[in-house]
Nanobody, 128 residues
């Protein structure tokens, strides 16, 4: 079992930045695909960024050039650096992980059902 705990959400003005963290505990696996999803009210949960076991990363088109996903293996922590945040409805950001997710890429689309481990979510709100 892997437990995931997100932190770092909050309220920020347009153009601002936030860094989300996702710390993994419990059993550790060397071949985890990890990802960030977000869910806004009335919308489907969507994949935002992925981090594969080999360190490769992918992003949703809507966040390319603004968001960066990275991982500190020593701390078992996945990060999502969000810059130049745009005004949009508040969303809850979730960290997800599992082995055997293929492909571990946002495009053609991360499938929620492929991930067995989820964090509790952290809310991000961007105001104008």
């Amino acid at each position: 079992q892997v437990q995931l705990a997100e932190s770092g959400g909050g309220s920020v003005q347009v153009g601002g930045s936030l860094r989300l963290s996702c710390t993994a505990s419990g059993e550790t696996y060397s071949e985890l695909c990890m990802a960030w999803f977000r869910e806004a009210p009335g919308k489907e949960r969507e994949g935002v960024a992925s981090f594969d076991a080999d360190g490769s990363t992918t992003y949703a088109n809507s966040v390319k050039g603004r968001f960066t996903v990275s991982k500190d293996n020593a701390k078992n922590t996945l990060f999502l650096q969000m810059n130049s945040l745009k005004f949009e409805a508040p969303a809850v950001y979730y960290c997800a992980a599992d082995e055997g997710v293929f492909p571990c890429t946002v495009d053609p689309g991360l499938r929620q059902g492929d991930f067995g481990y989820w964090g509790q979510g952290t809310q991000v709100a961007v105001s104008s």
